[in-house]
């Protein structure tokens, strides 16, 4: 393990948890670049203007297609990133406490992706091919009825389940904080800790519902998650099913969330100028998750096509056959973006620890995970070979990112980026034990 | 008046733990000769129906039309899939730093050499001409005609020995520092002595040492993790690789390994809870270890259940009026309770692990340990002679004519021989890792410890 040395200078001035919290508060005050927010609305309103206009102008299925393979993307980051802090509220994992808040700031973006899932089942017959041609055998499951009522349900639930769950991480906070902060975070806070109980009522009783929730959270995520890949993505080829994929594509959610908590996690600290509260340690044990779990995809990925390639079977071969022949430089850039190129980057010790290191490896890797679900969209349903470097793709995208980003800042401005209760666990400035 | 445990000196709780763990390899005593005259007596037994299967052939089995894979393929892969939780707790769980894996990784790694070990012999006693065994070995033959590396039995060959080395490597050097305290506890130039001598390459406990040692283990925990996936997947595709409705399933690698860590988790904990009655370990193995075992097998029965359920989902969902068929048939056929004694013992059972109470129960945590061990034998019973015995043909449908006695038999006697090797195991090596419980001394430990009174002078000194 390489020493660990204090970084030069006032950063490792050891200061009172009082005063930790107080600076934490006040870095949620500091204005971001002006540009910056103008620059995400821009990006939103181009994007679902572009969208827009294709749609009314034609009766090319595309943008939709391209809708979808951004809303599983983003909402996947953000359910993912969800369930990176249910994993680790499950395994009471104590190095990931300074990242939690992190990973939480996506939730914002949930409500966001079921607005957004719902026109889609306006348009089901220009996505969905068994729509048009039911598929006799399959009647009794792809139906547009049960589908939506699946969609629907199933996503209410599990949003609903993951707010609640952020909820009860953010309210034994903002309860105690409301005092400490005026205007419209006031209002936020005192809305979220109504019927407040005193400080360490609510903190033992949120911490006992985040307990009780996390496993279910858990449980509910894989069942609902499935359902949504089955029926989102495996269903766009009807005749094609896979027991692996539910699993294959919420652990592909999981990497992403773990992914994108990585970006924020080598760089919000600077932009706020809270560097003293993350070490390089937390961006190493971020790192090693990064580069667990997109090995862990590869071994799924893997698993998945062995079986299919050594079967040759009439029932499932076609669907890899096809994307092997008309796609092969798409199912290339998706095995180096996602997994090997992260892989070979991330495996030193010092590109885990160096912000630049980590957020690109780590942006590799999420536009990875967006070829993969352009392979599993548009193949499917696209009757000509289509390019992957198209206006829909680049625009749409757009337009999905700067909404992601807008909910994610709004998080970041509003709540305190460090559970101030964690404080206490890093200030004054320690050098963690090395270990594996 | 009781000390606080955390003014007990270390000394002390350092000497207490050596006293302790060494005290387990203290010769044995007649209980143990007892058990291992019992376990010799059925080994002897399945080696007699070894040598009379090979002597009469594999007729002597119940084989029948299409169903030539049974229960030694079984045996098969339920003992590849013990195995599995020794690497987990020792590597993976060392890796994400879980410190309650302590006490229990080294009883762990050792059923995991030997379950490897009795495993490894199921391939060769479902050869019918044994001595043909080479032939699994990638060795051209007279011909220069290799194996064929696309089989999955060859991959099997690579993928269980590289498993062996690895594990045994991982178990062999964790030992180091602890045979160099049993060394040093043992009367200078007895048996034990000129072992443990031996085998701790004379360890000293320096720095440097130490140094090596760590980096060592970590890079050993780093090779030892991506095994644990790969062994059990290799397994898996065994079946999956074929077209046989019920074995050509996608989701078959991270089920199989999500269950041999199920099963293994579960084997631990039959094999600990009489182990630290026996040993007098109760501080050490305590209720937080099955606490945390219990939370393993809460995950990896719920993966499994989401596998099977999958699975029966994706057949109806499927249309393949061959997928439907045998997944039907699993819950209604000819093996009906074999299904349903799968389905019970790791999706149901498992179920009250949700309870704290029964999670920190150490007497149902047992039982339902036994009920896992018997549902995992049943679920590999079932993929293999469940799905072998209605495939593409009605014609060749039919039942598997077995187990006959020589087949339970056998399978009785590879119980006891990885029950000698653990009894043999337990008292030649400590079944309890010394030097790491002492980087965190368990709680009961500390505790009696403090109600034991106030240190002497001379150890508060220190």
């Known amino acids: ?93 104590k190095w990931g406490r300074p990242v ?10 949930l409500p966001v992706a079921f607005l957004l899932s719902l026109p889609l089942y306006g348009v089901m017959d220009q996505l969905w091919p068994w729509v048009e041609h039911p598929v006799e055998a399959k009647q009794a499951y792809l139906n547009p009825g049960f589908f939506t009522i699946r969609g629907v349900v199933g996503m209410l639930l599990l949003f609903g389940l993951s707010l609640c769950f952020v909820y009860h991480s953010l309210r034994p906070e903002v309860g105690r904080l409301r005092d400490s902060v005026q205007g419209r975070r006031r209002d936020v806070y ?45 269903s766009l080829d009807p005749h094609w099913y896979s027991t692996l994929f539910g699993a294959w594509i919420f652990m592909s959610a999981f990497l992403s969330g773990i992914a994108a908590t990585g970006i924020l996690v080598a760089w919000v600290p600077r932009w706020l100028g809270l ?42 071969w076609p669907y890899l056959l096809h994307r092997g022949q008309h796609y092969p430089a798409v199912v290339i850039a998706m095995l180096l973006l996602v997994w090997f190129i992260p892989w070979v980057g991330l495996m030193g010790i010092a590109p885990k620890r160096n912000p630049v290191t980590l957020s690109l490896f780590s942006g590799i890797l999420l536009l990875g995970l967006w070829v993969k679900l352009w392979l599993l969209i548009v193949p499917s349903v696209s009757p000509e070979t289509r390019s992957m470097l198209g206006l829909d793709e680049l625009l749409v995208t757009l337009g999905f990112a700067g909404l992601f980003a807008l909910t994610t800042t709004l998080f970041l401005r509003t709540f305190p980026v460090l559970d101030t209760r964690d404080a206490h666990l890093i200030v004054p400035y320690r050098p963690i034990q090395p270990h594996p | 008046m009781a000390t606080l445990a955390r003014d007990i000196p270390r000394p002390r709780i350092f000497a207490r733990i050596n006293r302790d763990i060494l005290a387990t390899l203290a010769n044995p005593g007649p209980g143990w000769f007892a058990m291992m005259a019992v376990v010799l007596a059925v080994l002897a037994f399945g080696i007699f129906c070894l040598l009379y299967q090979i002597r009469n052939g594999l007729g002597v089995t119940g084989y029948a039309n299409s169903v030539y894979w049974a229960v030694y393929i079984t045996n098969f892969v339920f003992w590849v899939g013990i195995a599995h939780s020794g690497t987990l707790i020792s590597a993976i769980l060392f890796l994400f730093r879980s410190r309650w894996r302590t006490s229990v990784y080294r009883v762990s790694e050792m059923m995991t050499v030997f379950a490897v070990m009795t495993a490894g ?33 060859i991959w099997d060959t690579f993928a269980v020995s590289t498993y062996f080395t690895i594990s045994s490597t991982f178990l062999f050097m964790g030992l180091i520092p602890d ?12 048996w034990r002595h000129r072992l443990y001598r031996a085998l701790s390459f004379g360890w000293q406990g320096t720095d440097r040492e130490w140094r090596h040692f760590n980096r060592g283990y970590v890079f050993l925990a780093a090779l030892a993790t991506p095994l644990v996936l790969s062994v059990h997947s290799v397994v898996s595709w065994d079946f999956a690789a074929g077209i046989v409705p019920g074995w050509h399933s996608t989701i078959f690698a991270p089920y199989f390994v999500a269950g041999a860590i199920f099963s293994g988790v579960a084997m631990v904990i039959t094999l600990v809870v009489p182990l630290r009655k026996w040993f007098g370990l109760e501080d050490y193995l305590d209720r937080n270890t099955f606490d945390n075992m219990a939370k393993l097998i809460v995950l990896t029965s719920s993966i499994v259940t989401y ?56 007497a149902a945590m ?24 209605h495939d593409y043909l009605p014609a060749a449908w039919g039942p598997y004519k077995g187990p006959t006695w020589v087949e339970y038999g056998i399978t009785a006697g590879s119980f006891a021989w990885f029950l000698m090797y653990f009894l043999i195991g337990i008292k030649i090596l400590p079944s309890v890792s010394v030097n790491e419980v002492k980087e965190a001394p368990p709680e009961a430990l500390l505790k009696r410890l403090a109600a034991e009174g106030e240190p002497v002078a001379a150890e508060r000194g220190r």
């Open chain 1, 275 to 316: 560097e003293r509260y993350w070490t390089p340690s937390h961006r190493h044990d971020q790192g090693k998750m990064t580069f667990a779990f997109a090995t862990f995809w590869a071994y799924l990925t893997w698993s998945q096509f062995i079986v299919i390639w050594y079967g040759k079977l009439a029932e499932d």
């Open chain 1, 190 to 234: 005192d809305r979220l800790s109504a019927g407040w109980r005193g400080d360490v009522e609510e903190a033992e009783r949120s911490d006992a519902r985040r307990t009780l929730l996390a496993p279910i959270l858990a449980l509910v995520f894989a069942v609902t998650y499935s359902l949504l890949a089955w029926d989102y993505l495996m």
């Open chain 2, 366 to 389: 047992f039982v339902i340990s036994i009920f896992i061990n018997i549902g995992m034998w049943f679920e590999r019973f079932v993929i293999i002679v469940q799905s072998l015995q």
């Open chain 2, 179 to 190: 045979l160099a305290a049993a060394r040093d506890a043992a009367e200078p130039g007895s």
């Open chain 1, 100 to 109: 939690r808040r992190l990973a939480e700031s996506f939730v914002l973006f």
């Open chain 2, 307 to 362: 596998a099977y359920l999958t699975e029966f989902f994706m057949a109806w969902y499927s249309g393949s009026p061959f997928e439907k068929g045998t997944f039907w048939d699993r819950v209604s056929g000819d093996y009906w309770w074999a299904g349903w004694t799968m389905l019970i013992c790791n999706s149901v059972v498992p179920l009250a692990c949700w309870s704290r109470k029964v999670r920190r129960s150490i």
């Open chain 2, 121 to 153: 012999l199921f391939p060769l006693i479902h050869l019918g001409r044994i001595w043909k065994f080479y032939y699994l070995l990638p060795y051209p033959n007279s011909r220069m005609l290799y194996p064929d590396f696309q089989s999955p039995l």
């Open chain 1, 1 to 93: 393990m390489a020493a660990h040395t204090l970084p030069a200078g006032s950063a490792v001035q050891p200061l009172t948890p009082e005063e930790a919290r107080a600076e934490i508060l006040a870095a949620g005050e500091r204005q971001p670049p002006g540009w910056l927010l103008p620059l995400f609305g821009m990006l939103a309103i181009v994007g679902f203007g572009w969208f827009a206009v294709r749609v009314a102008s034609g009766d090319d299925p595309h943008p939709w297609r391209i809708y979808l393979q951004n809303l599983m993307l983003f909402t996947g980051i953000a359910q993912g990133a969800v369930m990176y802090t249910v994993a680790m509220t499950v395994a009471k994992a």
